[in-house]
């Protein structure tokens, strides 16, 4: 079996990473390719650090299995399968759901921290950085949080400026000037994901 092509995708919260991403996935078939998402291997949240003021911090790289999700990557290259439990700690409403990823010779690797870990950085064959403005990845934490969370804004503006922001300042964006490919998304998330799903056309072909 030929190795799988691993194509990692970085960028803030909020950068639009995980929109961009689903985007992709959908324009190919099952046996074209698959993802893997650094957001189901978050650890449990009675395990997640507090801050100083008690509320929970999802943004410290301890915050992330990230041995557990090296080793799911492993057996995807390795042509396995896996069954993942869904992460929703952070909703209380939210089910989770059990995902079956079935390896494909296109893996898409997604999440914050993805390019801070050396071991799995080499694990990848091309890396991508989804770079977008910090007044646009505001309004989009906002968003989701509000919507998809039930966070009250002063949660979200509070997690943004002690945890999101800090974080991304010293574990994410510095490592922006190393990727393959930087990809604005500032505008339309179409034609970002776009760029991605013609150069991924180029590899199968």
């Known amino acids: 079996m030929q190795k799988p092509?691993?194509?990692?995708v970085c960028g803030g919260s909020g950068s639009g990473k995980t929109t961009l991403v689903h985007l992709v996935r959908q324009?190919?078939?099952?046996d074209q390719i698959c993802l893997l998402s650094q957001d189901d291997f978050y650890i449990p949240r009675e395990e997640q650090v507090k801050d100083e003021n008690g509320v929970v911090d999802f943004d410290r790289l301890t915050s992330i299995d990230i041995n557990?999700?090296?080793a799911s990557l492993n057996q995807l290259i390795s042509g396995e399968s896996?069954?993942?439990k869904e992460y929703v700690f952070n909703n209380?409403?939210?089910e989770a759901e059990i995902k079956h990823i079935a390896s494909a010779p296109i893996i898409i690797?997604?999440?914050l921290f993805i390019l801070h870990s050396e071991s799995l950085k080499e694990m990848m064959d091309l890396t991508v950085f989804i770079d977008t403005k910090d007044s646009l990845k505001v309004i989009r934490r906002?968003?989701?949080d509000r919507t998809e969370r039930n966070y009250p804004l002063d949660d979200v503006l509070y997690r943004y400026e002690h945890h999101v922001l800090p974080s991304y300042m010293k574990y994410i964006e510095p490592h922006k000037k190393e990727t393959d490919l930087i990809i604005n998304n500032n505008g339309d998330v179409d034609k970002a994901a776009g760029l991605v799903i013609n150069?991924?056309?180029g590899m199968l072909a």
Request: hydrophobic fraction near 55%.
């Open 68 to 70: 557990k999700f090296q």
């Open 109 to 111: 690797v997604e999440g």
């Open 199 to 201: 150069l991924i056309k």
């Open 27 to 30: 324009a190919f078939s099952a």
């Open 5 to 8: 092509y691993v194509i990692g």
């Open 142 to 144: 906002i968003q989701r």
């Open 82 to 84: 896996l069954s993942l």
């Open 92 to 94: 209380a409403e939210a």
